[in-house]
């Protein structure tokens, strides 16, 4: 049974940084693709950027491309979206995502619970 568990969120000021984590357990074997995406009240879930497991290659929506960098630690299981100069329009509930198969901006199978980003004006 695939978890992923998300950690990182909280309040900032526009112009800040944040840095989410999320953990995987219970992967089998194979490649994979872990990705980001988050939710605004009122609007559909989102892609923001995704890494795969034995490329390390990512791609990333145009809206966050070249301030969020996302990276992954292999040994841990673990990926990270580092989120700078945050906007106001970037807050939303981030979720992490995982699917078995190459990169791509459609969601994977498995779900975390979120974790909530909000950027202050």
């Known amino acids: 049974q695939v978890q992923l568990v998300e950690s990182g969120g909280g309040l900032v000021q526009a112009g800040g940084s944040l840095r989410l984590s999320c953990a995987a357990s219970?992967?089998?074997?194979?490649?994979?693709?872990m990705s980001w995406f988050r939710q605004a009240p009122g609007k559909e879930r989102e892609f923001v950027a995704a890494?795969?497991?034995?490329?390390?290659?990512?791609i990333y929506s145009d809206s966050v491309k070249g301030r969020f960098t996302m990276s992954g630690d292999n040994a841990k299981r673990t990926v990270y979206l580092q989120m700078n100069s945050l906007k106001p329009e970037d807050t939303a509930v981030y979720y992490c995502?995982?699917?078995?198969?190459?990169?791509?901006?459609?969601?994977?199978?498995?779900w975390g619970q979120g974790t909530q980003v909000t950027v202050s004006s």
């Open positions: 995502n995982l699917g078995y198969g190459l990169l791509d901006t459609k969601p994977g199978y498995y």
């Open positions: 890494v795969a497991r034995n490329s390390g290659s990512t």
């Open positions: 219970g992967l089998r074997f194979g490649d994979y693709t």
